[in-house]
């Protein structure tokens, strides 16, 4: 099984979805608490609307985003060790969400969305490791890269 992550910051929804196609995503899960952007194309009505006219299906797992309080004071402080044992603590309250998710990463290519492009600063790695963990590493986690795969291809020209 494998799970992908991506972050769209820095991305026109035209790139997205073609690092979407080129890596056959068939679900993109996002992982935002509330799924909303001053990107255009990337809040939930207007993504989950794209997405479907290119053969991607989507879900928002409300219980995989960051609860507001922790993501406030990492703003705050920046403390990413303190971050990730507050988020990590919540994420082993979220059981049957987990549950789901990888139930869902056993039947489809899945992806992780958030905002944030590098996934070692993002929830979404630690989401990713719990799965991981979960399933004693037989989970391979790959982290889409967007300026690696980007400066490998050329952006198609195919209108969204």
Known sequence: M????????????????????ISNIDLLIDVR??????????????????????????????????????????????????YTQRFTAYLNTQGEVIEHLNTLVSKLNCCLLCFEANPQLCHRSLIAKQLWEEGNGSIEIVHLRASQILNSAVVAAKPL
């Open 2 to 21: 494998k799970l992908m992550t991506i972050g769209y910051e820095g991305l026109s929804i035209k790139e997205f979805i073609y690092i979407l196609e």
């Open 33 to 82: 608490e509330l799924p909303i952007s001053r990107k255009k194309g990337f809040s939930k009505g207007a993504l989950s609307d794209l997405l479907l006219k290119h053969g991607v299906d989507y879900t928002h797992l409300r219980k995989l985003g960051c609860p507001r309080p922790i993501r406030y004071d990492y703003r705050s402080d920046q403390n990413w060790d303190k």
